[in-house]
């Protein structure tokens, strides 16, 4: 009896353990069955890749909108949204070929280069045939519609034949977003150490101010206030190149380009920073804390001045603000530009923009550029952005407005789950064609007038001239072009990592070591060789002279 | 002959064998099957082609990485890192175990063994935010503490002075008691009829120890070593990967990170595929290379 019990549970064993085993190799999207029958009056299901790093949706796949998405083009979607690199994603699911019926992403980095990758190896629909059927997204890829050397890079690159859709560009210079990066003090503070924040103007103004700061011993939570900290891995604090170099590609006088981690100005900007930290006025934890962590120091009012654009700072800073009126962060300067007359406008790349494009996995092209032209129409704009018109908004002397009743609720509810679980603000807004909320719309009905307000004031401080888009050719994109790109490429990824580097070294010698090893590796992998591409391929072009984070 | 011996030895064991299947098992999935894979360090791996259809490229990523002005640090920090975990984390558990095993209180033994296991079950990320928060300058515990004593903050993560000894103590304390087991066991299976005519011979508590259970679980011992030492080129990719940080960089970049990063952040695949031939082929050098040793030194050895 016993022989026959241990027989029993040794094979018992072994079946769990095997069990165990294999089940590691079984399909981790069974469950996720999603129909494809696309025939005509049945509901479609296509999973969409919102390959935003962070970005989040509803609770449930089915909200108001999206309901009403489903009944006006036969589609339904199923989200899927990216938390960790964008560019680990999108070369993930080319080489497991586990792929979208859509892709949406970034339009820069390496994720555009993973994707322009899968256009040229034959991964994508080919939409050039198909786009006359489809106004809204013809248009959106339209020449006069996409920067010049993005189309050259990314939209007109494959004989003829077109992969890519160009999503969020602003329709018109009105709906071009600033984010208002820039440097932020905390009001309390500023006065406390005597300084009025906008008599900070150069960068040695800066550092004094900082250097006060920690001189100063202030206190919150029991802890030492940190004169300089950021987000979450050093977003954004190394924003103060622009007070050391204009832009990535100087001219270097003879008409001819030279990329700016070769120049003197790039070692000063290191050794500034460098700096900061050895003196202890930015935070040593800086570029390795976690979202978390950064919010809780802002939250508990241990940080004295942030880098990153505004948005990011009054959220993160809304509730100690409401605890302690007056500690409001407000801008610094506006900081000296290097090279740029005082009267120059703030030179603004346009960001927010991605791609979209459709996997030759696609279980129902027909139906995904169905989706995909309804939403980059004007009423698919308006649907994703303000919600139902006569629900969520109505038409007010020829502007939507907000309801009274849904602006409350959204405002009421500082996770922002609420409007997205009427299906405002989760992925649809980012395939719904250009960007015409000012245009079209008439901008962030939900944004409550404190924010609107503390915008305004920014804006008033930090673009005294105005802004100016930048339209000109990027040589960052004609040089991913060159032949040499491909070895060159691992070197230039290594240049933010080693700025990094260079500014916790141990002495400046050190911190220009590390620049230099790497303008060595950048030699030896055939930089002479692409710039001298880049000069010729832009010769008698306009080239982008300076520009700033946006 | 209708079969050979050697099957109906297996038969005889069926049972026993049985056991085994699973390992054997996950080790044609999880090891062998994937090897099929390596050619991709010798191709240009491309989306369409995969891993069989790519363009072959011969020693080209071979070449990158040798050429990588950063590869001989790498390959430095790697040694130096793994060095280190070997020669001074390898003989913790031993310690642990043969500690362990002097202890006569039961209950105390019990719920230390179950204590020192519990952090192998934690992952490093859990491991490593535990860490942040412990030991950060701005209100982290151990900086009170030391603040109680009169003592300045001391940055402890992304510092090259404490990196070390950082690594290593995490790595100790998260699998001690994990790798202890084995050793309690081979502690248990020596004959106690060996510790009594011990003590009958007047040998003291470090006698035993050293006369009875560390003869007694030198081969463990050996075998164990002999494994470890092929996880030289390889210092723990979560571990490093979490804890180093760009002002550790110059010690803490280490071959396992750079094949991840390389791979999966920037798409290089036949790189990362190459980097990772040549961390598996230097492993393998190293454990014939020891396992003759040992075989030579102590009669003890793998194969």
């Known amino acids: ?550 | 002959m209708s079969s050979s011996p050697l099957f109906k030895r297996i038969w005889k064991h069926k049972i026993f064998y049985l056991f085994m299947l699973p390992g054997i098992i996950w080790f044609l999935i999880f090891s062998y099957v994937p090897l099929y894979g390596v050619q991709v360090a010798f191709r240009d791996f491309n989306f369409s082609g995969g891993f069989t259809g790519s363009p072959w490229a011969g020693f080209k990523y071979f070449n990158q990485f040798f050429d990588y002005y950063q590869s001989a640090d790498i390959i430095r920090n790697t040694i130096v890192i793994s060095l280190m975990k070997l020669l001074i984390g390898f003989p913790m558990p031993i310690l642990l175990a043969i500690l362990l095993n002097e202890v006569r209180v039961i209950k105390f033994k019990k719920v230390v063994q179950t204590l020192s296991y519990l952090p192998y079950f934690v992952s490093w990320i859990v491991v490593v935010t535990l860490m942040q928060r412990l030991l950060t300058p701005y209100g982290g515990p151990v900086n009170d503490l030391l603040g109680l004593f009169g003592m300045e903050p001391i940055q402890f993560l992304n510092n090259t002075s404490w990196f070390y000894q950082i690594i290593l103590g995490s790595d100790i304390w998260k699998n001690i008691g994990w790798n202890s087991i084995i050793y309690m066991a081979a502690v248990a299976g020596i004959d106690q009829q060996l510790y009594e005519a011990a003590k009958m011979d007047g040998a003291g508590r470090f006698r035993q120890i050293w006369h009875i259970t560390l003869p007694g679980i030198r081969n463990i011992a050996v075998i164990l070593f002999i494994l470890s030492v092929g996880s030289l080129m390889s210092a723990g990719y979560e571990q490093l990967l979490l804890l180093n940080g760009p002002a550790t960089a110059g010690i803490g970049s280490v071959l396992d990170v750079h094949v991840i990063t390389s791979g999966i952040s920037q798409g290089r695949l036949s790189y990362a595929a190459a980097v990772g031939l040549f961390q598996s082929l230097i492993a393998l050098i190293l454990i014939v290379t020891v396992n003759r040793i040992a075989r030579k030194v102590s009669d003890v050895s793998l194969f």
């Open chain 1, 1 to 550: 009896m016993g022989k026959k019990g241990f027989r029993f549970a040794s094979i018992m064993l072994a079946a769990v353990l095997m069990s165990g085993s294999l089940y590691g190799c079984s399909t981790s999207n069974s469950g996720q069955g999603s129909s494809s029958e696309g025939q005509d009056g049945e509901v479609v299901t296509l999973k969409v890749l919102h390959n935003w790093n962070g970005s989040s949706g509803a609770d449930t796949d089915m909200t108001p909108i999206t309901r009403l998405i489903e009944e006006k083009t036969g589609v339904r979607v199923e989200w899927e949204y990216t938390k960790g690199s964008e560019a680990e994603k999108v070369n993930q699911i080319f080489t497991t070929q586990d792929l979208p019926d859509i892709y949406t992403g970034p339009a820069w980095g390496g994720e555009l280069d993973s994707i322009i990758k899968a256009a040229k190896e034959d991964q994508l629909v080919d939409l050039s045939d198909k786009l006359d059927k489809y106004p809204n997204l013809a248009n959106l890829i339209a020449q006069e519609n996409v920067p010049p050397a993005l189309y050259e890079k990314a939209i007109d690159a494959y004989g003829g034949k077109k992969y890519l859709l160009f999503q969020n560009q602003p329709a018109t210079d009105k709906d071009g977003i600033d984010w208002l990066y820039g440097f932020y003090v905390r009001k309390d503070l500023a006065e406390e150490v005597g300084v009025d924040p906008q008599s900070v103007k150069t960068k040695d103004d800066l550092y004094q101010l900082m250097k006060r700061i920690k001189d100063a011993n202030l206190k919150a939570a029991g802890l030492p206030v940190i004169p300089f900290g950021g987000f979450h891995n050093g977003w954004a604090v190394g924003i103060g190149n622009n007070m050391f170099y204009p832009t990535e590609y100087l001219d270097s006088g003879n008409g001819e380009l030279k990329y700016v981690f070769m120049d003197n100005a790039y070692d000063n900007y290191v050794l500034y920073y460098r700096k900061l930290i050895s003196e202890g006025l930015l935070d040593p934890e800086a570029f390795t804390q976690t979202d978390p962590i950064a919010q809780e120091k802002i939250k508990q009012g241990r940080v004295a001045i942030l880098a990153a654009h505004y948005p990011a700072i009054l959220d993160a800073s809304k509730d100690y603000v409401k605890a302690n009126p007056g500690s409001d962060y407000v801008p610094v300067g506006p900081l000296e530009r290097a090279g740029a007359e005082p009267d120059r406008p703030a030179d603004l790349r346009i960001q927010g923009n991605n791609v979209t494009v459709i996997p030759k996995k696609s279980k129902n092209v027909e139906a995904a550029l169905r989706l995909l032209d309804f939403l980059a129409s004007d009423e698919g704009f308006l649907l994703t952005r303000y919600g139902i018109e006569g629900t969520h908004w109505e038409m007010k002397d020829g502007k939507p407005v907000a309801k009274q009743e849904f602006f409350d609720k959204f405002t009421e509810d500082a996770t922002g789950k609420a409007r997205k679980n009427e299906g405002i603000g989760i992925g649809f807004e980012s395939i719904s064609g250009q960007d015409r909320l000012n245009s079209l719309g008439s901008g962030d009905i939900w944004a409550d007038q404190d924010r609107n307000a503390a915008m305004d004031f920014a804006r008033q401080i930090l673009r005294p001239n105005g802004t100016k888009i930048i339209t000109a050719f990027s040589p960052g994109d004609v040089i991913t072009k060159s032949p040499q790109w491909e070895n060159l490429k691992p070197s230039m990824d290594k240049v933010g990592d080693a700025w990094k580097e260079a500014v916790y070294a141990k002495s400046d010698e050190a911190a220009l070591k590390i620049i230099n090893d790497l303008r060595g590796q950048l030699n030896k992998t055939g930089l002479p060789e692409a710039m001298q591409f880049v000069n010729e391929q832009l010769k008698g072009k306009e080239v982008v002279k300076f520009g700033m984070t946006n």
